[in-house]
């Protein structure tokens, strides 16, 4: 191999994204549980960081961010940073804002362009934003109220309780479910139940708001309903 020295020369000025941090209370432009971690549904203030990485000021800096996320809407784009001294650090004047839908899985990195602006020098940066969000998995169910030796025949009624496990990384509240069939052999009197608060890492049934299902009375034995 050939080895050789390559000079690194550093740009007199050059001004790059440094830090950031979560606004997400009920003041302000910002709608949110007030735990400065993004989750889904809510609307985010974010404070950024800019640092001078050469060594002249950089003057009249102004920022704006872009997304093609489809999870993520920019709310207020542009924000100022004043004159920035070669090696300093400054913090926008105002925050920037985005909103999250709340369908955002749970893990899912929000990307945001950032290209800052000093007269007619323009540099571009990345931020990464996790979002965090409940994610409920099936783990089992239990059939309720059927036939001798705990069979579900033919003509019967029983109830389901399905168990949900909850592997994201914050409580999940409100949990509703929808119990579906693409069975001709099958009816669902109750097909909505509620399940209690189901905090990460831990697993809730709907004991108290079973479903109902029905068995038509011409099932095949042995038929294995979806």
Excluded: K, M
Aim: aromatic letters at 8%; glycine letters at 12%.
């Amino acid at each position: 191999p050939y080895l050789a020295d390559l000079p690194v020369i550093a740009e007199s000025v050059f001004v790059g994204y440094q830090a950031s941090t979560i606004d997400d209370d009920e003041l302000g432009e910002s709608h949110g549980d007030s735990n400065s971690i993004v989750n889904p549904g809510e609307t985010i203030e974010l404070s950024v960081q800019l640092l001078n990485y050469g060594t002249l000021a950089a003057d009249n800096v102004t920022a704006v961010i872009t997304t093609d996320d489809p999870f993520a809407v920019v709310t207020d784009g542009a924000e100022s940073f004043g004159n920035v001294a070669g090696g300093a650090a400054a913090w926008c004047a105002d925050d920037f804002g985005f909103s999250v839908r709340g369908d955002c899985p749970h893990g899912h990195v929000l990307r945001f362009g950032l290209d800052v602006t000093s007269g007619s020098a323009i540099w571009h940066s990345v931020i990464d934003i996790p979002v965090v969000a409940a994610d409920l998995l099936y783990v089992s169910h239990t059939v309720g109220d059927a036939g001798p030796g705990g069979v579900f025949d033919p003509g019967e009624t029983v109830t389901l309780t399905v168990t949900l496990r909850n592997d994201g990384g914050i409580t999940a509240g409100g949990v509703t479910a929808t119990l579906v069939s693409q069975s001709e052999y099958l009816d669902i009197p109750v097909s909505a139940a509620i399940y209690p608060t189901i905090s990460p890492g831990l697993a809730q049934a709907n004991e108290s708001h079973p479903f109902s299902v029905h068995a038509a009375s011409d099932s095949p034995g042995g038929y294995q309903a979806l």
